[in-house]
């Protein structure tokens, strides 16, 4: 399901966006959700390399500090 967002963007801002999306071929829409997504999706994969990078180390966290 999707959700709809409304954002207030000064003129030219949105102008801008709109030349964007125009010469990628594709809406205001699909451009502003790309953008986000991929946002996103860099957040998630620098946590995951964090946890990734913890786990590595774990076996001295539990030495050090204890259980």
């Given at each position: 399901?999707?959700?709809?967002?409304?954002?207030?963007?000064?003129?030219?801002?949105?102008?801008?966006?709109?030349?964007?999306?125009?010469?990628?071929?594709?809406?205001?829409?699909a451009?502003?959700?790309?953008?986000?997504?991929?946002?996103?999706?860099?957040?998630?994969?620098?946590?995951?390399?964090?946890?990734?990078?913890?786990?590595?180390?774990?076996?001295?966290?539990?030495?050090?500090?204890?259980?």
């Open positions: 399901m999707s959700r709809h967002v409304t954002i207030r963007l000064d003129e030219e801002f949105h102008d801008r966006l709109k030349a964007r999306a125009a010469a990628q071929g594709t809406t205001v829409t451009l502003i959700t790309e953008v986000t997504t991929r946002e996103l999706d860099e957040d998630r994969e620098r946590f995951l390399a964090g946890v990734e990078e913890f786990a590595e180390h774990w076996d001295y966290f539990q030495e050090r500090f204890g259980k």
